[in-house]
């Protein structure tokens, strides 16, 4: 999935390792977020494929690559996103544990419900913020796909939240 994001990044114009690790940081990384530890060596996979090629400046002293999508880099891209969506029902990592809850005592159960309410509300806040700044400085209508993806997040992470306030009462 990582190369199909570097890919749909690089649609819009040239960008380094940093560059796309900051965009993937503003926008996709409530569904999915990646290390420079895997986002460099998924561009060295794309350059080896042809499908993005790079050209390296000079800024601020530093020497700097900046990678661009090659036209069978495009091709490759909208072929694939062409393809119908498949939907992944085992990606909710946490569910794992909440599952096998019956075995461990309430207090704990209930320190680890609200530790992470917290850690998703924190989530919730920073994206709802990020999702009002889009609102009041950006054209929606031209981003609709990427500001409806954001509704999703906002949404989703208010259903977690919801959800473990609910478990808690069955406490």
């Keep these: 999935m990582l190369e199909y994001i570097i890919l749909g990044f690089l649609m819009e114009k040239e960008l ?26 998924a561009l060295k996979r794309l350059e080896e494929k042809g499908y993005i090629c790079y050209r390296e400046v000079i800024d601020g002293g530093k020497l700097k690559k900046l990678y661009s999508i090659t036209n069978i880099g495009k091709s490759y891209f ?24 019956e075995y461990l005592p309430k207090e704990i159960i209930e320190t680890n419900l609200k530790m992470l309410i917290a850690e998703v509300e924190l989530l919730l806040n920073k994206l709802d913020t990020q999702k009002t700044e889009v609102e009041q400085n950006c054209c929606i209508d031209q981003y609709t796909y990427m500001y409806f993806t954001m509704i999703y997040g906002v949404d989703y992470y208010s259903f977690v939240i919801n959800w473990c306030n609910d478990l808690l009462k069955k406490l």
């Design 78 to 101: 909208l072929e694939w996103l062409e393809k119908p969506i498949k939907f992944s029902k085992t990606k909710h990592d946490h569910l794992v544990n909440i599952f096998f809850y």
């Design 16 to 41: 380094s390792g940093y560059d796309l690790k900051q965009k993937m940081s503003t926008s996709t990384s409530y569904f999915f977020d990646a290390s420079f530890g895997s986002i460099y060596p």
